[in-house]
């Protein structure tokens, strides 16, 4: 396995590749892994010829107030977790080797942006899509995996694909949970017992959303009302957005229909955490 820092290093794997006519598969992140990241590691490594996995914590889609300096990093023992993997070529740049002196190029796409995670992280996807852009340009893969835990980041990278003509496909792949159902997170590692247990609000008010909308249930206002209460009830738990949205639009249904996301952000003590299911 390749662990490589410049971009100019990678851009000549990969050429190599490509003249032996190989598919690459491309799994970006922040690190910190864990069994979430894995799922989409596992599905590159079944299904390309060669996967590169990055892992960089962009600080462009980080506002000031939040958490860039203390995310969880621990890059000796994901090296370790992803050569196991049989991961090809880990890509892990310095934040000059992204974003050298006098950087000013920046990707968005406007409206989806704007909504869910956007409305209360404003230059959050702007960071995600200028990242992932650039990823894209230097890795050049024909699949890159993603999340479904991140649902807005895969609309939204889908459309910047569609709207830049890139010749790359996004896969995006389940949310994998604990078995009490939290959605795992390199941020759960902010959370102490106490935190974790009132974090399962989240997916509680999920089911409970799944469960109405499954038995006939018709009216949103009724749907999110429940949803609230499930997570009010939960002292430690602070609600930043609960949404039903069109899947591929994410504009807000009228009535429940059979291709919505039902998408939760919520603050358990300081610690955003996101949670989704599509219907
Ligand atoms: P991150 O390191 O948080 O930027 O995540 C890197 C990728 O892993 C993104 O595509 C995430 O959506 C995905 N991911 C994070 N948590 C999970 C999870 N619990 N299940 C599946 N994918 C995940």
Redesign the pocket.
Same mark, same amino acid.
């Given at each position: 396995m390749k662990i490589v820092k410049s971009v100019c290093e990678v851009k000549e794997y990969v050429k190599e590749l490509r003249r032996k006519e190989k598919n690459i598969g491309f799994?970006?992140?922040?690190?910190y892994l *864990?069994a979430? *990241?894995l !799922? /989409?590691v596992r599905e590159s490594v079944r299904r390309c010829d060669y996967t590169v996995v990055s892992i960089f914590v962009n600080p462009t889609q980080f506002a000031p107030n939040e958490d860039f300096n203390k995310y969880p990093r621990n890059i000796q023992s994901d090296i370790e977790i992803l050569e196991k993997e049989g991961v090809d070529l880990i890509f892990i740049p310095g934040d000059g080797e992204m974003y050298p002196e006098g950087y000013q190029t920046y990707v968005e796409v406007k409206n989806l942006q704007d909504r869910l995670c956007g409305g209360s992280r404003p230059n959050f996807f702007k960071g995600v899509c200028t990242i992932v852009l650039k990823l894209f340009n230097i890795v050049t893969p024909d699949i890159s995996f993603?999340? #479904?835990?991140?649902a807005q #980041?895969v609309v939204i990278l889908k459309k910047m694909v569609c709207d830049l003509n890139l010749d790359v496909k996004i896969e995006a /792949?389940?949310?994998?949970?604990e078995k009490s159902g939290l959605? /795992?997170? !390199?941020r759960n590692e902010y959370l102490d017992k106490k935190q974790k247990k009132a974090a399962l609000c989240l997916s509680r008010s999920l089911i409970r959303a799944r469960e109405m909308v499954e038995t006939g249930e018709k009216n949103v206002a009724l749907v999110l009302k429940s949803m609230k209460t499930e997570i009010e009830s939960e002292p430690l738990a602070r609600i930043d957005y609960i949404e039903i949205v069109d899947s591929e639009s994410l504009q807000p249904v009228n009535q429940i229909n059979d291709k919505m996301l039902i998408a939760v952000a919520v603050f358990i003590n300081n610690v955003r955490l996101i949670d989704n299911i599509i219907v």
């Open positions: 799994v970006p992140t922040m690190g *864990h979430g *990241h !799922s /989409l993603f999340g #479904q835990k991140d #980041q /792949l389940p949310i994998i949970r959605a /795992l997170s !390199s």
